[in-house]
């Protein structure tokens, strides 16, 4: 089975310019917590509740001057539309990410996979196993 038959399409991103009060608005409203960063729709990075969180918050950050661009997570991880599901699932497993974008070949972003497209349409074991790869704690440093 191919990504572009599970995956997510007309995906909501948000303008590295963009202020983080605003992307933490539009996650609060799509009930979600990441959005693909994009100058129009070539994907930068992906902003995280998290990011928001520890890389803003956490330094004192004035989320309404601060800048999406500025606190994004800029490691792309991602897989083309063509591609077989079990590739995308490697690297969810890899990174332990749980949602993970797709581009065309001509990389521009034309979806987004999640572990709920996994669990919901595979039907099997796949989504069982990425969740756990995915869900395998972090040691804290101290």
Not at 68 to 83: A, G, H, I, R
Not at 87 to 106: K, S, V, Y
Not at 108 to 137: F, R, Y
């Amino acid at each position: 089975m191919k990504i572009n038959e599970i995956m997510t399409r007309n995906v909501e991103v948000i303008q590295p310019n963009s202020g983080l009060q605003e992307a933490a608005g539009k996650m609060k409203s799509l009930n979600v917590g990441s959005l693909p960063v994009c100058d129009n729709r070539k994907l930068l990075g992906i902003i995280t509740d998290r990011d928001i969180a520890i890389r803003a918050v956490a330094d004192g950050r004035n989320p309404a001057t601060t800048k999406v661009s500025e606190t994004m997570s800029p490691d792309l991880v991602y897989c083309f539309e063509d591609q077989d599901i079990k590739e995308a699932t490697t690297l969810m497993e890899r990174h332990q990410i749980r949602r993970l974008p797709i581009l065309d070949r001509n990389q521009q972003l034309v979806g987004i996979v999640s572990l709920g497209d996994l669990a919901v349409e595979t039907k099997n074991k796949l989504s069982g196993s990425v969740l756990e790869e995915v869900s395998e704690p972090a040691k804290p440093r101290r």
